[in-house]
């Protein structure tokens, strides 16, 4: 175990103090195509400790649609109690629309977020609002790709919706881009946006009405724990949302992380350092680690 902020990791203190356990899944529990079977087998420990675990993600796809994937890796179902997706939110928004014309940018492996949705679809010429779940194809696209398409919907003045707000992530070590790039490409041609999924309060507050719901208890904030690897929304958000995290290295922020240290390891007042260089309002993490292992 490589933690720099404490010497060891005590399942039995973690789930003495934290009754839930909000987990990330890219770049945490996987790198896209394989588990990390140390992370699983943390969250089963916890769990057998008595803890309930959420896997919560910026994916733009229901939460059925996230499980479905996870069991074809192999996870195992007793390692997490119940799915949040940033699709799950989505979808209430699509429902409201009452037959705006819609058009959808992103991949065809993104449709499942339209389920059984009454949508009026529409072409990027007759929409009256935009979802972005993703690039076309995260493998060859790049952002200038789209230019042509937002300086059409710049002109109509129309609002994106984005249904992932993630920047990036890491795809057995390459770096893809993700719908929150594309998001941020449309602001900063000076379109709005609006976000669905971390760092957003929405959905930390519809998964802990979730685990309410579910359980015979109400879980406070002090007994929540957020763990993921997006310093821009797993971490601060659960800084905004006032609940501690646990924030994960290898994944995002890896390549940033190598470069500024030259590969080498950090202490933790270079850590300290580094966010109050680059994220001055984010809460710092109880604890952070290589890889998730407890």
């Known amino acids: 175990m490589n933690d720099i902020f404490s010497d060891n990791i005590d399942i039995a203190e973690i789930s003495t103090k934290y009754k839930v356990i909000l987990c990330d899944i890219w770049g945490v529990l996987h790198n896209g195509k394989h588990l990390f079977e140390n992370a699983v087998q943390s969250l089963l420990k916890y769990s057998k400790s008595g803890g309930y675990v959420v896997l919560i993600t910026n994916a733009p796809r229901p939460s059925i649609d996230v499980a479905r994937q996870l069991n074809q890796m192999g996870l195992n179902k007793n390692s997490y109690n119940l799915i949040i997706s940033s699709g ?90 993700c719908a929150g790039s594309l998001a941020k490409y449309y602001a900063d ?53 006032g609940i501690d995290s646990f924030f994960i290295m290898d994944g995002v922020h890896k390549n940033e992380l190598n470069k500024k240290y030259n590969n080498n390891s950090f202490s933790k007042r270079d850590f300290n350092n580094y966010m109050s260089e680059f994220y001055p309002d984010i809460k710092l993490p109880i604890a952070i680690q290589e890889k998730f292992e407890w």
Request: with cysteine.
């Open 189 to 241: 041609k000076g379109g709005q946006v609006k976000y669905f999924g971390k760092p957003f309060e929405y959905i930390y507050q519809h998964a802990i009405e979730e685990v309410n719901r579910n359980n015979n208890f109400k879980v406070k904030k002090s007994e929540i724990l957020a763990i993921g690897d997006g310093l821009k929304t797993d971490i601060l958000g659960a800084s905004n949302f």
């Open 88 to 177: 799950d939110v989505t979808r209430f928004w699509l429902q409201s629309l009452n037959k705006i014309a819609l058009y959808h940018l992103g991949p065809e492996r993104d449709k499942p977020i339209f389920l059984d949705l009454d949508i009026n679809f529409s072409n990027s010429e007759n929409c009256q609002s935009v979802l972005c779940t993703g690039l076309y194809d995260d493998e060859t696209d790049v952002l200038d790709d789209y230019n042509d398409l937002f300086n059409l919907f710049l002109n109509k003045k129309i609002v994106m919706h984005c249904a992932n707000p993630d920047l990036t992530v890491i795809r057995e070590g390459k770096t893809i881009l």
